[in-house]
Structures are given as C-alpha cells and as structure tokens.
C-alpha cells in the first residue's frame, strides 16, 4: 500500500475536497496540519515541496502532488474504484464542468489570500467583503442549480468529484451566511452526501484540532 500524507488546512475547502476524495476511496492517510492563519504554507521547507505554497498538498510514496483537481484526478487513476470522474466522455464532461464551476469560478475569488487582499490591500470593509463572498457564490450556485438534474448526487447515483467540490462550497457559503433558498436541489445534494460517513469525516469540525 502506497503512503500517502494530506498537507492540508482544516478549513481550506480545496483540502476539504480532496479529504472527502480520500474517504470516499476508502484510503489510509495521514494528515499534516498547515496554518494558513500562521503561514505556515509559505515556510522554506513546505516551499521546497510546494513552490506554489497553498494547500492541499499530497505526498504519496514521498512524491508531491498539488492542486485539489489534478489531486482527485491522480486518485482516481491509482484507485480507480469507485470513480469519482467518469470515463465515458459525454458524462466527463458534465461532471467535469459541474466540478469547474465551483473549482474555477467561484472558489478562487472567495480564498484566503483574495480575502486578505480585499481588506489590507484595498481597504473593504467587513459588509463590502461579504457583498463579494455572496455575489460570486449566488452566481455560481445560479448555474450550479441549473445543471444539477434529478439524481441523489451531483455525479448521479454516487457522489462523483463534482459532490466533491460541492459540499465545501455549501459549507462557505453558510459561513458566510449566504442565502440558500434559491438553490433548493444544491440543498438537497449537500444534505445527501452529508449522510454519507465519507463527508462527515472529511468536514472541518471532525479534523480541526481540539
């Protein structure tokens, strides 16, 4: 069995993803805390592994993969069972684009860093830097809802590597206290894969340190 060690920030919904991406194989890991309210991800021996200094990071067999998606992906091509991304093309596609939406639109503008530029470098206040979080997750959420369909899961009848991307940004997104009635099925999905023991020990108030 390979070893693999998650370099990942509780709170951090790339990381929060790839967790659940772990759990849903069924994989042994070990996990390394790295604070990004401390920055510990820009220290000179992460930075040597992870010139990009973010999270999450996954160390497998002593070789560094980054990136959630291209981590995921990685996943599924060493433990193919169960798919997270389909093969067939048509249905790549779609959950590749469902994935994207979150993974690519909506995440990179709300992360920490973007946070801390937004108050220290510009001067937003607190409510001008919410009205940003809620307007980027209202727009994404608007398409995400669209494209959902009728199945349990965002990937169908299994949580795929949209479900992945999904339930974090729902845990933002009521963080931040952004209104979720409009996306009745995006609630409804979050609420199935939450069933799922897979999610819950992948949530950050199940790894946060006590």
């Not at 021996?45 to 291209?70: H, K, R, T, W």
């Not at 995921?72 to 790549?92: F, N, V």
């Not at 369909?149 to 952004?178: H, K, S, T």
């Amino acid at each position: 069995m390979m070893k693999l060690v998650l370099h990942d920030y509780f709170r951090s919904s790339a990381s929060f993803r790839v967790r659940i991406a772990l759990n849903l194989k069924g994989l042994d890991y070990e996990r390394v805390e790295v604070s990004l309210i401390a920055g510990e991800q820009r220290s000179d021996a992460y930075l040597e592994q992870n010139a990009q200094g973010f999270v999450p990071m996954l160390v497998a067999d002593g070789e560094p993969i980054i990136q959630s998606m291209a981590i995921i992906d990685w996943l599924d091509r060493a433990y193919p069972e169960p798919r997270l991304i389909p093969d067939a093309a048509m249905p790549r596609a779609v959950a590749l684009a469902q994935a994207q939406v979150i993974a690519s639109d909506i995440h990179p503008l709300n992360n920490l860093r973007v946070l801390k530029y937004l108050t220290k470098d510009l001067g937003l206040n607190e409510q001008t830097k919410d009205r940003w979080i809620a307007t980027w997750i209202t727009q994404g959420f608007e398409a995400l809802e669209a494209m959902a369909g009728d199945a349990r899961y965002l990937g169908g009848d299994a949580p795929g590597i949209a479900d992945c991307c999904l339930v974090p940004q729902m845990y933002n997104a009521r963080r931040f206290d952004v209104p979720l009635d409009a996306f009745p099925r995006l609630v409804a999905i979050d609420a199935a894969c939450m069933e799922l023991s897979a999610f819950q020990q992948a949530h950050p108030d199940a790894v946060k340190a006590a």
